[in-house]
């Protein structure tokens, strides 16, 4: 079959989009990586020169030669999902579900300058009471902060700081992924962008066969813009001699 691809009847620059997807070595679920940001492969070499020391061409290369780096692979997202959300504090997710639990006469103190720590957090607010010598305090008495479990006593005519007090109160059932930070030391596998040339509407793909992950940057809880992940590692050799990294470009559009 005649193609024409190198011709300049096929000129076509290239713009990138597509959705990532990881591939864990450890054999759990394939897992979308999140909206991308960029996937930058970037190589370089060292380069050996011998150089004269000659009178008549001091200076001047008398011999050469490149030896390639390994490619450098960097990965970013805005997206933040669980896993995305341990990969970026370097650490694992898990999902936790907590019971409702009924606590009646647990110790507290008074406190005024601070706050006193309730055994629990997550409390359903309406079912919380403090009691000093057994009678019930008004609210109006104190600051409650109900999810952080929190207790303030303002009113200094109803205790003295430090004074025993009780607190009753039920916790609320939650559900929420917990991530434990800087528990892993990087993410190994496989990265595979399902994209397309937006140019010409061709389908293509980028394998990334065997890369070790690790995040690079910073992040900010309290940042004015969106946050985003920025994971770097290098491109080795696929486990079953695949090269590094492979492009296919298809001559079918999507």
Known sequence: MNTQDNSINNDHGFIGTGTPYFYPDDGSSVFFFGNPLSCKITTSADEKVRQSHRKEDAGASLDSRSIPKPAEVTLSTDTFQPLTWAMALMGKAGKVTTTAETVADEPAKAVFNGYHQLAHQDID???????????????EAYNFNADMGLLQIKDESVANADDALTVDYQTVETTKTVI??????????KIV??????VTKQKAKLTIHNVSLAVGGDFDWFSDD???????????IGKNGEAPYTVELYDEER
């Open 226 to 236: 969106f946050n985003a992940i920025e994971m770097k590692g290098t491109a080795s």
């Open 193 to 198: 962008i399902d994209g397309q040339n937006d």
């Open 125 to 139: 607010p309406t079912t919380f009471k403090v009691k000093k010598d057994g009678q019930e305090l008004d609210k």
């Open 180 to 189: 434990d930070g800087s528990k892993v030391t990087s993410f190994k596998g």
